[in-house]
């Protein structure tokens, strides 16, 4: 017998007969293998375009509205997508019921929009399972230390599925997407893009940074330091797909897993995983800042103190003496702000120009084979150059190199890279 945490997006809850369809798929996970019925917990997102409408409501009522009962309303898409499968669960004769995020509870701590998990007191919920019951779980709410209701942003359902599977010691969790797995890239853009077998945590949480939406940051930090088993995999499937357990999917797993398949001859190991695009991004530059110590700090913490994510920065060599060019890029949203920012604080940091640019992108290759390999970079570089593809600015990590371009280029640049790191499946069609 299995424990498996089930989590569903809002594109696959979307309407009474795609609910149905989640009820079959969780129907038959229950039913496991050999008579060997599972443990299974489903998390469940509101239905796809119900928090914008809830979030538009709640505008509508009051533009200054208080954050403790904007969570309120946009708590209730899920409550309605969770009792929905229960009914349809219990239609099919399986034994179900809801469990809101007050009632296991899902204990959070930090904003209301905002909150993060602190903990989750999974022993009801675990004997429940143990009774045959199958739990349903509004994701994205919980409770906060007064007792209110709290949400937790964009992408928190991916969250609350492997904080549940952590709290519960699930043997897997799968996220059923419209999607049926990670990608070396992009698939709309690159046609001969292949389905990843297994990515480590640590390559997950890169590609989940710059710009794969397959699954939230947090949520692959969270499966990282909780050891949780993560499947990516698609919702769209017909009765005779592979079992989940067979892993049709993408598993999401530890760098000593991966090395196991490895070795195994499961999964063959690449230098590169995979090329992520961010179109999201903008960059700012400040001319002529004094070039003294304190400078570039004056620049950077109001920013941070705003919440504002700082991203590339580049120090130009100063043109004239004592004087600088600071560059950087923030998300796109928060372009406005963090210029307004900038400019009310013009005579402190002491600069002469703000220039700003929203047509960049950044693009990024990632891939835990970098440790042990130079040339990475050297490769991407040329590559992009044999183009003629310029880069305006570059950062990297362990595992990842980044680098800033015009936003007309992203596509083709994402192309290049793919097929000069050797990532392009074969051409079913050649020979």
């Known amino acids: 017998m299995a424990r498996i945490v089930m989590k569903f997006g809002g594109t696959s809850m ?3 007969e795609r609910i149905r369809r989640v009820a079959n798929i969780v129907r038959r996970q229950a039913a496991g293998r050999d008579g060997e019925r599972n443990q299974v917990a ?8 119900e928090t914008d409408r809830l979030v538009n409501f709640c505008r509508e009522a009051n533009a200054l509205y208080d954050p403790a009962e904007y969570d309120v309303v946009v708590a209730s898409g899920e409550q309605v997508t969770s009792g929905l499968l229960a009914l349809t669960l219990q239609a099919l004769g399986q034994p179900a019921r809801s469990w809101l995020g007050w009632q296991l509870p899902v204990h959070t701590v930090e904003n209301h929009a905002k909150a993060l998990i602190d903990r989750i007191e999974g022993s009801g919920l675990i004997a429940a399972m143990e009774e045959g019951q199958i739990a349903v779980i509004p994701g994205f709410q919980g409770l906060s230390p007064e007792g209110r209701v709290t949400t937790m942003g964009r992408g928190g359902s991916d969250t609350s599925a492997v904080a549940v599977a952590a709290a519960i010691g699930a043997d897997r969790c799968d996220i059923y997407t419209d999607v049926d797995g990670v990608y070396t890239t992009d698939p709309r853009i690159v046609a001969r893009a292949r389905k990843l077998k297994a990515v480590t945590y640590e390559e997950m949480l890169e590609l989940a940074s710059v710009g794969a939406k397959v699954l939230q940051t947090r949520s692959v930090g969270l499966a990282m330091r909780a050891g949780v088993r993560v499947q990516v995999l698609s919702s769209f499937v017909d009765d005779d797909a592979t079992p989940a357990d067979d892993h049709p999917g993408t598993m999401i797993v530890s760098e000593d897993e991966m090395n196991q398949l490895v070795e195994r001859g499961e999964v063959e190991r690449q230098l590169v995983t995979g090329i992520a695009h961010d179109k999201n991004e903008a960059k700012i530059i400040l001319t002529r800042v004094p070039d003294r110590p304190g400078s570039v700090a004056h620049i950077f913490e109001p920013l941070a103190k705003a919440s504002i ?5 580049i120090q130009n060599v100063g043109r004239d003496k004592g004087e600088t060019d600071v560059t950087f890029t923030v998300p796109q949203a928060d ?3 963090a210029q307004a920012l900038l400019e009310d604080r013009r005579e402190e940091i002491g600069y002469n120009r703000i220039i700003t640019d929203s047509h960049i992108a950044k693009i990024s290759v990632v891939g835990v084979g970098m440790k042990s390999h130079a040339g990475v ?3 991407m570089f040329a590559a992009l150059a044999e183009r003629g593809i310029n880069i305006q600015a570059i950062t990297t990590s362990e595992i990842k190199v980044s ?6 280029e992203t596509e083709l ?11 392009d499946a074969p051409d079913e069609s050649a020979g």
């Open 14 to 16: 979307a309407g009474t």
């Open 42 to 49: 489903v998390v469940v997102s509101a239905m796809a375009g």
């Open 403 to 408: 680098v800033m371009i015009d936003e007309d």
């Open 413 to 423: 640049a994402v192309r290049v890279l793919h097929t000069a790191y050797g990532l």
């Open 377 to 379: 970079a050297a490769t």
């Open 335 to 337: 372009l406005a702000r």
């Open 309 to 313: 994510n700082v991203d590339m920065i």
